[in-house]
């Protein structure tokens, strides 16, 4: 796969022939010199930073499993109730992605998935997006491989984001963005900001990149500026008339609910009781003392005949906990924190999750109450080594590179 490119300058060229070089034996055929382009503009044209940001992002792709993300069952709140709708393209024939983000039910999403599910989706409707674009870089050019989103947040209510199960989805779901699809996005309107927005957006935006933040125009409820702008490059005729443009839907529909997953309050008959649900699991019920530690060892040897992940699925009853994974490579002695020890709100709702493992490395999870000098936690726990067929991965690599060394 090929496509246009912008014009760059003769040193820029050797860059990108370098850095072409260095990541040849990670690249896949459809990874042309577009893509490549996009990560070194995101590390300022570093090739050293840039190489690392997109190791690290063939690894989180495989944990994912994107090559085959399409054949996933993906569950129906996520279907049916993440408000989007892709309404036609801009001048330059990009994407222009629209939300009713006010009709986004964040609590009642967080008790029908986990937050590994939610952000799998993302990463599903990304990954269409791009292909879309690239299909119109090759009538339009380059410039169509970005995205134009729209988000409307009339009356949204915000107290919902304040719960911590959804401050902590909305958090990753923004770090695994800018980690994973730099240089996507072109431009980003939010209109009818709440009085409150701007509060929850700067503590959002510490973990957007500056270039990306320059691309975010916020106006508040009441404003109309946003037509001036948007519509300077996106044709009327193909946008809502409920939002300033001229397209209804074939039911004469100004909102154009036909064309979109307009979202809406999730029934609770899809909310999933995570701490009581059926599982083929073996579940391990448990005190962990209070002032004291929980610690599960696992020794992957170097003869297994596949690639082993270790998975957890795990719930605290009334209080949270602290969770982490440290490795130690048999050989050598070298201790990696692989998750970093923190506060997880288990008690909330489950925490499930999987890395990939090394072999003749043995890995120690920890559930840590240390802290707790008033009260024991009881604790639900499944953890084990699992295939990669068993996740329905095939191709998972190790462990991602940015584990940090901790003392021996």
């Known amino acids: 796969m090929s496509g246009p490119l912008p014009e760059i300058s003769a040193e820029q060229r050797n860059t990108l022939e370098q850095f072409r070089k260095r990541m040849n034996d990670a690249l896949s055929d459809n990874d042309d ?10 590390r300022k044209w570093n090739l050293d930073a840039s190489e690392k940001m997109l190791r690290a992002c063939i690894k989180t792709r495989a944990m994912w499993n994107v090559d085959n993300i399409e054949k996933w069952d993906v569950p129906r709140a996520l279907r049916e109730y993440l408000p989007y709708g892709l ?16 009709n986004y039910d964040i609590w009642g999403m967080m008790h029908c998935v986990t937050r590994f599910e939610f952000q799998k989706y993302l990463v599903l409707l990304l990954e269409r997006f791009m292909k879309i674009a690239y299909e119109q870089s090759l009538v339009h050019g380059w410039k169509a491989r970005q995205l134009v989103v729209f988000f409307d947040c009339e009356s949204m209510n915000l107290k919902q984001f304040a719960w911590r199960p959804a401050a902590e989805c909305v958090i990753s779901s923004v770090k695994q ?5 730099p240089e996507l996005l072109k431009m980003c309107y939010i209109i009818n900001a709440p009085k409150l927005f701007s509060v929850a957006f700067n503590i959002v935006k510490k973990f957007l990149d500056e270039n990306t933040t320059s691309k975010i125009h916020i106006y508040k409820s009441g404003v109309d500026k946003w037509q001036h702008h948007l519509f300077s490059h996106v044709d009327k005729k ?20 036909s064309m979109m997953i307009w979202g809406g309050k999730l029934p609770e008959e899809l909310y999933v009781d995570q701490s009581n649900q059926q599982s083929d699991k073996n579940f ?78 043995t890995y120690t999870v920890v559930f840590d109450n240390s802290a707790s000098y008033l009260r024991s936690k009881k604790l639900r726990y499944w953890v084990d080594l699992i295939s990669e067929e068993e996740e329905g991965i095939s191709e998972l690599t190790t462990q991602m590179e940015n584990t940090q060394i901790v003392p021996k």
């Open 87 to 102: 309404m036609g393209y801009d001048n330059e024939g990009s994407p222009v992605i629209v939300c009713p983000f006010y």
């Open 284 to 361: 391990t019920e448990t005190q962990v003392p209070k002032g004291d530690k929980l610690k599960l060892s696992f020794k992957v040897n170097d003869d297994q005949l596949s690639q082993k992940l270790l998975s957890w699925n795990f719930r605290t009853f009334d209080y949270d906990i602290k969770f982490g994974i440290y490795s130690m490579d048999e050989k050598t002695g070298e201790k990696r924190s692989e998750v970093p020890l923190g506060t997880v709100y288990s008690n909330e709702m489950d925490e499930a999750g999987f890395i990939s493992t090394r072999s003749n490395t």
């Open 177 to 181: 963005y800018e980690a994973n699809f």
């Open 238 to 257: 193909n946008f809502p008339k409920s939002w300033g443009g001229e397209l209804v839907d074939k039911n004469g529909d100004p909102q154009c609910k």
């Open 33 to 42: 010199d577009y893509f490549l382009l996009r990560w070194l503009r995101a």
